[in-house]
């Protein structure tokens, strides 16, 4: 039997890019739509651990600060997140550093961050 204990300390301490990853996993190989998997993980440890103070910030700016090394990949990204035409997301990857979403949910500027990491950009919450 799995120590679950140990499990659930591996969940908690995932990052959003492998937390995104987990998801990926679970629906295809398991088809297993993982809600829950994902909210242990953006949620964090129980209270009373070691987790930071909440950030009452509630909007951000999601700057794309390099597109890195895959530009197309770094284009159909920002295409993706902002619903824009082939040609303003190829403006706004080649006018980097440049904000890709403005005053966005934490929720929503974490999906934003993971996907342009996951392309090769640099990217910044502000």
């Not at 993982?34 to 987790?51: E, Q, S």
């Not at 990949?73 to 550093?97: F, R, S, W």
């Amino acid at each position: 039997m799995a120590d679950l204990k140990k499990l659930a300390e591996q969940l908690v301490n995932l990052t959003v890019l492998e937390v995104n990853e987990l998801s990926t996993i679970l629906k295809e190989e398991y088809n297993i739509e993982p809600a829950a998997a994902a909210a242990v993980a953006v949620a964090g440890p129980a209270a009373g651990g070691d987790a930071p103070p909440e950030d009452a910030k509630s909007e951000f700016d999601v700057i794309l600060k390099d597109a890195g090394a895959q530009k197309v990949a770094a284009i159909k990204a920002v295409k993706e997140i902002t619903n824009l035409g082939l040609g303003e997301a190829k403006a706004i990857v080649d006018g980097a550093p440049k904000p890709v979403l403005e005053k966005a949910k934490k929720e929503d500027a974490d999906k934003a961050k993971t996907l342009l990491e996951a392309a090769g950009c640099t990217v910044e919450l502000a």
